[in-house]
């Protein structure tokens, strides 16, 4: 029954019509028991049996309408989890480290700056983002680090951690070259990692020349939380559906010759033929052009070799053992008003509309729409920072919109990544409506 009314229009409904409890609810208001008896051989047994037979044949025009408009084809649907660096199943092919091994060394590497001391390490941090924040603002924490076999009282400082931010946008100048519509990624997860450092002794300082040797070491660190404590996660990492994939031109048979210029395909294989593929640029690649079962990549180089593709996996995302977090996704509800929307792109400004694309969002497990509020200006504590912070602001700035408040309330009632759905709903609806400067409150 459920999947049926998600075929059709009554799935939009969030308290679809029940005709058999109304007649059933309004007999009992009938006092004279002949009189009910009759009401109910003539509305339950005649009236309603009608009603359900339309009601029928309703449902199957819908479903004929529904199945008749093609869905628009989306291959880059994108997943992120956390977990435990010992419990990654490598043979998980739905999921894959955010960072590569490789990156993560040459991140530790450079990330032992002057400027912000000796890095350790990095933490996440398993609570809302209001607790964030304040870690953030909090900054400086006292504690020890084992220098030599002493103990020695340390301080240590914490930054929000940027490799894996960078990441994202860099994933964003992917989309933007392979001409592919970006849709908002879920970083509520990764928006969480903190990258902690070594910034001085309280007793003595220390060595230039020693601080190579600590770079990366956090389990040398025992460091006073605080309040905290019970949030502080150790050894985590995140995770994505995207395989980094790495190819050269003995992978094709034959390029295309085009003047001084030369085509090279990137056959799509056919048994990932629902997922999508994108082609990293480098300075040896002119255009990147996708076609049906392929891709396109215009060069002036006849051979090469190490060339890199992503591989976005749409299949259902395997959940390893130990994989305990939730998935956080920007996949969409199909609808078949959705469906319409898209076909005839149709974009409705009205309360309805607005509320069901919110809705058609992975959020529903943690938060709801209730209302919405358009004024002048916001207080400033609504101003957080989007999940695409990265895209340039468009011809109108920001400021001079008026603010159009999204009211949400919670479902899973105090889950850590409830206000982190409310901030990805913010970044995903501003992309759509350019009136107005969207944020975003629980009530």
Same mark, same amino acid.
Request: charged fraction near 35%.
């Given at each position: 029954?459920?999947?049926?009314?998600?075929?059709?229009?009554?799935?939009?409904?969030?308290?679809?019509?029940?005709?058999?409890?109304?007649?059933?609810?309004?007999?009992?208001?009938?006092?004279?028991?002949?009189?009910?008896?009759?009401?109910?051989?003539?509305?339950?047994?005649?009236?309603?049996?009608?009603?359900?037979?339309?009601?029928?044949?309703?449902?199957?025009?819908?479903?004929?309408?529904?199945?008749?408009?093609?869905?628009?084809?989306?291959?880059?649907?994108?997943?992120?989890?956390?977990?435990?660096?010992?419990?990654?199943?490598?043979?998980?092919?739905?999921?894959?480290?955010?960072?590569?091994?490789?990156?993560?060394?040459?991140?530790?590497?450079?990330?032992?700056?002057?400027?912000?001391?000796?890095?350790?390490?990095?933490?996440?941090?398993?609570?809302?983002?209001?607790?964030?924040?304040?870690?953030?603002?909090?900054?400086?924490?006292?504690?020890?680090?084992?220098?030599?076999?002493?103990?020695?009282?340390?301080?240590?400082?914490?930054?929000?951690?940027?490799?894996?931010?960078?990441?994202?946008?860099?994933?964003?100048?992917?989309?933007?070259?392979?001409?592919?519509?970006?849709?908002?990624?879920?970083?509520?997860?990764?928006?969480?990692?903190?990258?902690?450092?070594?910034?001085?002794?309280?007793?003595?300082?220390?060595?230039?020349?020693?601080?190579?040797?600590?770079?990366?070491?956090?389990?040398?660190?025992?460091?006073?939380?605080?309040?905290?404590?019970?949030?502080?996660?150790?050894?985590?990492?995140?995770?994505?559906?995207?395989?980094?994939?790495?190819?050269?031109?003995?992978?094709?048979?034959?390029?295309?010759?085009?003047?001084?210029?030369?085509?090279?395909?990137?056959?799509?294989?056919?048994?990932?033929?629902?997922?999508?593929?994108?082609?990293?640029?480098? +300075?040896?690649?002119?255009?990147?052009?996708?076609?049906?079962?392929?891709?396109?990549?215009?060069?002036?180089?006849?051979?090469?070799?190490?060339?890199?593709?992503?591989?976005?996996?749409?299949?259902?995302?395997?959940?390893?053992?130990?994989?305990?977090?939730?998935?956080?996704?920007?996949?969409?509800?199909?609808?078949?008003?959705?469906?319409?929307?898209?076909?005839?792109?149709?974009?409705?400004?009205?309360?309805?509309?607005?509320?069901?694309?919110?809705?058609?969002?992975?959020?529903?497990?943690?938060?709801?729409?209730?209302?919405?509020?358009?004024?002048?200006?916001?207080?400033?504590?609504?101003?957080?920072?989007?999940?695409?912070?990265?895209?340039?602001?468009?011809?109108?700035?920001?400021?001079?919109?008026?603010?159009?408040?999204?009211?949400?309330?919670?479902?899973?009632?105090?889950?850590?990544?409830?206000?982190?759905?409310?901030?990805?709903?913010?970044?995903?609806?501003?992309?759509?409506?350019? +009136?107005?400067?969207?944020?975003?409150?629980?009530?």
């Amino acid at each position: 029954m459920r999947q049926q009314d998600e075929e059709n229009t009554a799935a939009i409904l969030e308290y679809p019509f029940d005709y058999d409890r109304y007649i059933q609810e309004s007999l009992r208001k009938i006092d004279d028991l002949d009189e009910r008896r009759f009401a109910k051989t003539v509305l339950l047994e005649g009236l309603g049996e009608v009603i359900k037979c339309m009601e029928k044949k309703y449902q199957e025009l819908e479903k004929r309408v529904y199945e008749e408009i093609e869905i628009k084809e989306y291959r880059y649907e994108t997943v992120t989890t956390v977990i435990k660096k010992e419990h990654f199943d490598p043979v998980n092919m739905t999921l894959f480290p955010v960072i590569s091994e490789e990156m993560e060394k040459e991140y530790i590497k450079e990330a032992a700056s002057p400027e912000k001391g000796v890095y350790l390490g990095t933490v996440f941090l398993k609570t809302d983002e209001a607790k964030g924040r304040q870690f953030l603002e909090e900054g400086i924490f006292r504690g020890h680090f084992l220098f030599g076999e002493e103990k020695k009282k340390a301080l240590f400082k914490i930054y929000r951690t940027e490799q894996y931010r960078n990441q994202i946008e860099l994933l964003y100048k992917v989309f933007q070259d392979n001409r592919i519509p970006w849709e908002t990624i879920h970083t509520g997860m990764l928006d969480k990692f903190y990258d902690v450092f070594l910034i001085g002794f309280e007793d003595e300082t220390y060595e230039g020349e020693e601080k190579e040797e600590w770079t990366g070491a956090l389990g040398e660190a025992d460091i006073c939380w605080g309040e905290f404590k019970p949030f502080i996660c150790y050894g985590m990492m995140p995770l994505w559906n995207i395989e980094r994939i790495y190819f050269d031109s003995t992978d094709f048979m034959l390029p295309c010759i085009d003047g001084i210029y030369y085509e090279h395909e990137f056959i799509l294989p056919d048994g990932n033929c629902g997922d999508g593929y994108l082609i990293d640029p480098n +300075e040896d690649i002119l255009e990147i052009r996708h076609e049906k079962g392929k891709i396109i990549i215009k060069s002036k180089k006849e051979t090469f070799e190490n060339w890199q593709a992503l591989h976005i996996v749409q299949k259902e995302t395997i959940r390893s053992l130990h994989y305990t977090e939730p998935f956080l996704t920007n996949h969409r509800k199909d609808s078949f008003f959705k469906r319409m929307q898209e076909k005839n792109r149709i974009k409705l400004m009205t309360k309805t509309d607005l509320f069901r694309r919110i809705m058609e969002l992975d959020i529903r497990e943690y938060i709801e729409i209730d209302g919405y509020e358009i004024c002048d200006d916001a207080v400033k504590n609504f101003q957080t920072e989007g999940m695409n912070w990265f895209v340039q602001e468009e011809l109108f700035p920001m400021g001079s919109r008026k603010k159009l408040i999204l009211k949400f309330k919670e479902k899973n009632k105090g889950h850590y990544l409830n206000d982190s759905m409310v901030r990805y709903v913010v970044s995903q609806i501003q992309m759509e409506i350019n +009136e107005y400067q969207c944020v975003g409150a629980i009530e």
